[in-house]
Antibody, heavy 124, light 108 residues
C-alpha cells in the first residue's frame, strides 16, 4: 500500500525556518517525481515545488523561490522541504504528492497519491 | 502563468441529481487538465486526468469533457459521498502547475 506521511509542521515566527519531511512507503520512491502543494486555511491548492526521482531537477513557485529548498534522500525514502525566511502568507497545510505520469512515463498527468498534510503556522 | 477559473463557486444539488462543474483556462491547455475532489480535513483525490480519463477506482458517474480553454466535470447522479470541493488543474504549460479556485458541491 502506498503511503506518504508528512511531519515537521508547527508554529514558527516570521523570518524563521522549518523543515518538512514526507516519508514514503509501498513503492519504489526513487522512480517517482515528487511535489509539494500547499493550502492556506479555507483556500485553494497552490503548487510549491517539484523534484525529479534522482533529485537532480528541481523547480519552485515564484512565491517561494530562494526561500524554500526541496530535496530527497532516496536511501531513506524521504522527501524534504526546507523553508526559511517564512512569512505570514506561508501559513498553510503542506501536502507532499506523488506524480502520476502518462503511459510513456515521461509526462505529468496528475497526483495519484497525497500525504495527509502538515500544518505550518507563521505568526508572532 | 495560466489562470484557471472555476464556476460556480458553490453548487447546490439534491442527491440523485446531475452536477455540472465548469473550468476555464486563460489560454489553451489542450487536453492537459485534471480534476480533484477534496473532502474536509482530507487530502485531494485525483478523479480525472487528460480531460476525460478516470483515475483508478473512480466511479463511472464522474466524467470529464472539453478541450482548449473550456472544461466540464459532470457527476451524473450525486451520491452522499460526492459532496465535496472540486478543483481543476492544468499541466499543459508549467511550472507553475495551476489550480482553479474550486467549486463546492453542497446538499440542496
Amino acid at each position: 500500500e502506498v503511503q506518504l506521511v508528512e511531519s515537521g509542521g508547527g508554529l514558527v515566527q516570521p523570518g524563521g525556518s522549518l523543515r518538512l519531511s514526507c516519508e514514503a512507503s509501498g513503492f519504489t520512491f526513487s522512480s517517482y517525481w515528487m511535489h509539494w502543494v500547499r493550502q492556506a486555511p479555507g483556500k485553494g491548492l497552490v503548487w510549491v515545488s517539484r523534484i525529479s526521482g534522482d533529485g537532480g531537477d528541481t523547480r519552485y513557485a515564484d512565491s517561494v523561490k530562494s526561500r524554500f529548498t526541496i530535496s530527497r534522500d532516496n536511501a531513506k525514502n524521504t522527501l524534504y522541504l526546507e523553508m526559511s525566511s517564512l512569512r505570514d502568507e506561508d501559513t498553510a497545510v503542506y501536502f507532499c504528492a506523488r506524480v502520476k505520469t502518462d503511459i510513456s512515463g515521461n509526462y505529468y498527468v496528475g497526483y495519484d497519491y497525497w500525504g495527509q498534510g502538515t500544518l505550518v503556522t507563521v505568526s508572532s | 502563468e495560466i489562470v484557471m477559473t472555476q464556476s460556480p463557486a458553490t453548487l447546490s444539488v439534491s442527491p440523485g441529481e446531475r452536477a455540472t462543474l465548469s473550468c476555464r483556462a486563460s489560454q489553451s491547455v489542450a487536453n492537459n487538465l485534471a480534476w480533484y475532489q477534496q473532502k474536509p480535513g482530507q487530502a485531494p483525490r485525483l478523479l480525472i486526468y487528460g480531460t476525460s480519463t478516470r483515475a483508478t477506482g473512480i466511479p463511472a458517474r464522474f466524467s470529464g469533457s472539453g478541450s482548449g480553454t473550456e472544461f466540464t466535470l459532470t457527476i451524473s447522479s450525486l451520491q452522499s459521498e460526492d459532496f465535496a470541493v472540486y478543483y481543476c488543474q492544468q499541466y499543459n504549460d508549467w511550472p507553475p502547475l495551476t489550480f482553479g479556485g474550486g467549486t463546492k458541491v453542497e446538499i440542496k
